[in-house]
């Protein structure tokens, strides 16, 4: 976008400052469109408060640079505000670009110039130009880049609906209009509408005069193909973009004034990398292998790139790639790690470059690829560890948007200091430009997150990626228990068998994963036949009798993996009985969870029950609900039982510290496409709305030995792409509970009253996971379909 800010200067100006030299780049254009057209961002934006500060109403040609100075800086909270400023200046009929009189003070020789220059341009008018469609366009691109694409979109349209009219500026709004709606509409899924704009935009001449803007348009549809993954057609899209005569000219012109304040860096990192980018992705995946190798190796060997951390960790998984085509193993290895720790180099996944090169990485199959190169070479430990990388990647972008964690620790507020400026620094540090400030800021960030991870390392695992490695990990393991943690990609699934003794890898059959486990689903929530039996036996085959002949223990902790988290493990049969029968099983989300486990501390063993809630519908209400939680409560002494208006939210808030044991019958809601707001329902007041969400237990502090779960898919999370599972779970260990116990799908009132009694009754003389086995097994003689009795599986301690 900053590349096609500086196009909008008139070329009779651009021709004036080449012939000065280029060397008065200040003295002609003023210290804010210096620090604009120079890609000094930081500088425009201190320029920019400085001007603006304390002032109720700011002309355009100035609020327009510091709005670009935000979203060049990813500073979204003033971004927005900014651009409603300028929307309404816009409204108010204020739509220069340029401050014509402000020049014409400071240069009036050359001003008379590019009046005289400019009057096939429109005059005055044509030389401050006309930012109507800018708003749009900028916000359009911030939330590309935040991976909002319906608001994309309709931000793409509006700025389409206000394409100016005059003939120097409608062919160039036209193509950047349009261009951006067509790559919104294909990274949001919407093929059709994408290929419609495509279209179109094809069909938008750039015949004299307006043969300058034949790049931009190429640009603009290489991009849309790339994101619509039609590789040929975005390299045709390439092919064309390559400069004119005139264009060539206008762009030296444009690198001359940038060069003279940014020690010859010129506009290499704003326009040249992300089309050297896109030109070398298009060529590596039609499959011109060598040509793509020799550019992404000279891309690799200028410093711009490495700074430009979303583009940097793409070319390095695509040498990746070129070198295992290659047979070279060990330096694709050595290329796939450098990925991954650009990658893990950043809190958020947030694609800051899709608007430049529309393309967004699946950063997973990075991690996919290192893990099955370490196996092939035999770094079955190391390739371990980068599984929970990966996993620990996964759960951070889940948790990206969220700041207000709880912090485990004494020094709260330190802590909570700590990561606001680690994230600033990060978010800073992200920036590609001429800034020598840049550098500094990375230092800083990488300085920060290593404190935080030595004062407060639970909370610095939900912000950067961290793990355990593989011998901490063995070492934590009880003597008596095999770790059986599953991975997969499109090709292939592995499962690591760990114990503390030693760590091995079974391969097994691939197939359709994903979806065996939806139609078993499927069909166990069907209590009226046996479809099950068939598929659940076929999963046991796959996922379970391989590695039964690698373990030599009945105590069985499963880390599970993708549509794997939505598998009821106790559930699967060999032929002759359920695993159920013979293992005794508990999982947990990843393996690097076992140090930020709690210790045993609670000093009573009175359980807090919370049943049926008054949800204001009484279809809603759940009879064998509120007779379960009575029930529960009277196999342990000292507890509590709350039901209807009384099970609030605001009571578990205020009461749900003091107990050891916190169960649940009610309602859950699982949100697939917002997981933090996944939540358990419970009657509202004037305190609280009833809904304890996912991102309310991450602020809490609990200090439970055990959470039961007793409700509708309280077990379910959102499972991120490659893995880890943010539901209610997830941040019931996180808010302090040492297990949880929770269920997969819908469950059966009644039957799950009469499993909850028995469990708590067998928790009095046996381990959590023990209890449960033994409850399910009980409820099964009674209820012999695994819909009544499987659903509930134990997470976190077993003891």
């Known amino acids: 976008m900053p590349g096609k800010m500086r196009a909008r200067y008139s070329i009779?100006?651009?021709?004036?400052?080449?012939?000065?030299?280029?060397?008065?780049?200040?003295?002609?254009?003023?210290?804010?469109?210096?620090?604009?057209?120079?890609?000094?961002?930081?500088?425009?934006?201190?320029?920019?408060?400085?001007?603006?500060?304390?002032?109720?109403?700011?002309?355009?040609?100035?609020?327009?640079?510091?709005?670009?100075?935000?979203?060049k800086l990813k500073r979204y909270n003033k971004l927005f505000p900014c651009l409603d400023r300028l929307e309404d200046n816009v409204r108010r009929?204020?739509?220069?670009?340029?401050?014509?009189?402000?020049?014409?003070?400071?240069?009036?020789?050359?001003?008379?110039?590019?009046?005289?220059?400019?009057?096939?341009?429109?005059?005055?008018?044509?030389?401050?130009?006309?930012?109507?469609?800018?708003?749009?366009?900028?916000?359009?691109?911030?939330?590309?880049?935040?991976?909002?694409?319906?608001?994309a979109v309709e931000q793409a349209k509006k700025a389409v609906a206000n394409i100016p009219t005059q003939w120097n500026q409608e062919r160039w709004a036209r193509i950047m209009t349009t261009s951006m709606l067509g790559l919104a509409y294909a990274l949001g899924g919407d093929r059709e509408n994408a290929l419609k704009t495509a279209t179109e935009l094809e069909n938008t001449s750039t015949a004299y005069p307006y043969t300058l803007l034949r790049g931009d348009k190429g640009v603009g549809l290489a991009k849309i193909y790339l994101a619509l993954k039609d590789y040929p057609k975005a390299l045709d899209a390439?092919?064309?973009?390559?400069?004119?005569?005139?264009?060539?000219?206008?762009?030296?012109?444009?690198?001359?004034?940038?060069?003279?304040?940014?020690?010859?860096?010129?506009?290499?990192?704003?326009?040249?990398?992300?089309?050297?980018?896109?030109?070398?992705?298009?060529?590596?995946?039609?499959?011109?292998?060598?040509?793509?190798?020799?550019?992404?190796?000279?891309?690799?060997?200028?410093?711009?790139?490495?700074?430009?951390?979303?583009?940097?960790?793409?070319?390095?998984?695509?040498?990746?790639?070129?070198?295992e085509k290659e047979g070279n193993r060990v330096q694709a290895i050595d290329l796939y790690r450098k990925s991954v720790d650009v990658i893990e180099g950043q809190r958020a996944t947030l694609n800051t470059e899709a608007s430049k090169i529309g393309f967004v990485g699946d950063k997973q199959a990075v991690y996919q690829a290192l893990v099955g190169a370490l196996l092939a070479d035999g770094q079955n430990a190391t390739a371990f560890e980068f599984v929970e990388r990966a996993k620990s990647r996964a759960l951070v972008d889940m948790l990206a948007a969220k700041q207000d964690f709880a912090v485990h620790t004494v020094n709260a507020q330190q802590v909570r200091t700590l990561l606001a400026q680690a994230n600033s620094a990060e978010t800073e540090s992200r920036v590609q430009g001429g800034d020598p400030a840049i550098a500094g800021k990375r230092s800083l960030a990488v300085k920060l997150k290593q404190d935080l991870r030595t004062q407060a390392p639970e909370l610095a695992a939900l912000v950067n990626v961290t793990y355990s490695s593989a011998k901490d990990i063995q070492a934590k393991l009880p003597a008596d228990e095999a770790l059986i943690e599953y991975y997969y990609d499109d090709k292939k699934v592995y499962a690591f068998v760990v114990t503390r003794e030693r760590l091995q890898v079974v391969w097994l059959e691939g197939g359709n994963l994903a979806q065996d486990v939806k139609a078993f689903r499927e069909a166990i929530e069907s209590p009226k036949d046996d479809r099950y039996l068939a598929l659940s036996q076929k999963l046991y085959r796959q996922l379970f009798q391989p590695v039964e002949n690698v373990i030599d223990k009945r105590q069985v902790l499963i880390v599970a993996h993708g549509a794997l988290h939505y598998l009821p493990f106790n559930a699967l049969h060999d032929g002759r009985e359920f695993l159920i029968d013979r293992?005794?099983?508990?999982?947990?989300p990843s393996a690097s969870v076992m140090p930020y486990l709690r210790p045993v501390r609670p000093t009573t063993r009175a359980?807090?029950?919370?049943?049926?809630?008054?949800?204001?519908?009484?279809?809603?209400?759940?009879?064998?609900?509120?007779?379960?939680?009575?029930?529960?409560?009277?196999?342990?002494?000292?507890?509590?039982?709350?039901?209807?208006?009384?099970?609030?939210?605001?009571?578990?808030?205020?009461?749900?510290?003091?107990?050891?044991?916190?169960?649940?019958?009610?309602?859950?809601?699982?949100?697939?496409?917002?997981?933090?707001?996944?939540s358990l329902l419970l009657a509202k007041d004037r305190d609280n709305d009833g809904?304890?969400?996912?991102?309310?237990?991450?602020?809490?502090?609990?200090?439970?030995?055990?959470?039961?779960?007793?409700?509708?898919?309280?077990?379910?999370?959102?499972?991120?792409?490659?893995?880890?599972?943010?539901?209610?779970?997830?941040?019931?260990?996180?808010?302090?509970?040492?297990?949880?116990?929770?269920?997969?799908?819908?469950?059966?009132?009644?039957?799950?009253?009469?499993?909850?009694?028995?469990?708590?009754?067998?928790?009095?003389?046996?381990?959590?996971?023990?209890?449960?086995?033994?409850?399910?097994?009980?409820?099964?003689?009674?209820?012999?379909?695994?819909?009544?009795?499987?659903?509930?599986?134990?997470?976190?301690?077993a003891s």
Not at 721 to 731: A, I, P, W
Not at 750 to 764: I, P
Request: proline content about 4%; charged content about 25%; overall charge neutral.
């Open 12 to 71: 009779p100006l651009l021709g004036l400052v080449l012939l000065l030299g280029g060397c008065a780049t200040g003295g002609i254009l003023g210290e804010r469109d210096t620090a604009l057209v120079t890609s000094r961002y930081e500088e425009l934006e201190r320029i920019g408060e400085r001007e603006t500060a304390g002032l109720k109403e700011v002309s355009s040609p100035k609020l327009m640079p510091l709005c670009m100075a935000y979203a």
């Open 93 to 151: 009929g204020d739509k220069r670009q340029m401050d014509f009189d402000e020049f014409a003070k400071r240069n009036p020789l050359m001003a008379g110039m590019a009046m005289m220059g400019s009057a096939v341009a429109g005059g005055r008018e044509g030389l401050e130009g006309n930012i109507t469609i800018f708003p749009y366009l900028l916000r359009a691109e911030a939330y590309i880049d935040l991976a909002r694409y319906p608001e």
């Open 238 to 323: 390439m092919e064309q973009s390559k400069d004119t005569l005139f264009g060539s000219f206008a762009k030296g012109v444009a690198d001359a004034m940038a060069a003279a304040d940014t020690k010859g860096e010129g506009l290499w990192v704003w326009q040249d990398l992300p089309r050297e980018f896109i030109h070398n992705k298009v060529l590596f995946e039609t499959g011109r292998v060598s040509e793509a190798k020799a550019g992404y190796d000279k891309l690799l060997g200028i410093p711009q790139t490495r700074e430009n951390g979303d583009i940097y960790w793409v070319i390095l998984f695509d040498r990746g790639r070129i070198a």
């Open 583 to 588: 293992y005794r099983l508990r999982l947990l």
């Open 607 to 678: 359980l807090l029950a919370f049943g049926n809630p008054d949800l204001g519908d009484p279809r809603l209400d759940l009879k064998y609900a509120q007779a379960e939680a009575q029930a529960v409560t009277k196999v342990l002494p000292g507890s509590r039982v709350l039901t209807r208006r009384e099970a609030s939210e605001t009571a578990f808030k205020r009461q749900g510290t003091g107990y050891a044991y916190l169960h649940f019958a009610s309602h859950g809601d699982f949100n697939a496409d917002s997981p933090l707001n996944s």
């Open 691 to 797: 809904t304890l969400t996912v991102g309310e237990l991450y602020s809490m502090r609990l200090n439970a030995d055990l959470v039961t779960l007793s409700a509708c898919e309280t077990g379910l999370g959102k499972i991120a792409n490659g893995d880890d599972v943010v539901g209610l779970t997830r941040g019931f260990l996180y808010a302090g509970s040492r297990s949880i116990v929770a269920s997969l799908w819908k469950v059966d009132d009644e039957a799950t009253a009469y499993l909850m009694t028995r469990f708590y009754s067998a928790l009095k003389g046996t381990s959590k996971r023990e209890a449960l086995r033994l409850a399910q097994i009980e409820t099964r003689k009674k209820y012999p379909h695994p819909y009544y009795w499987a659903a509930f599986q134990l997470t976190g301690e």
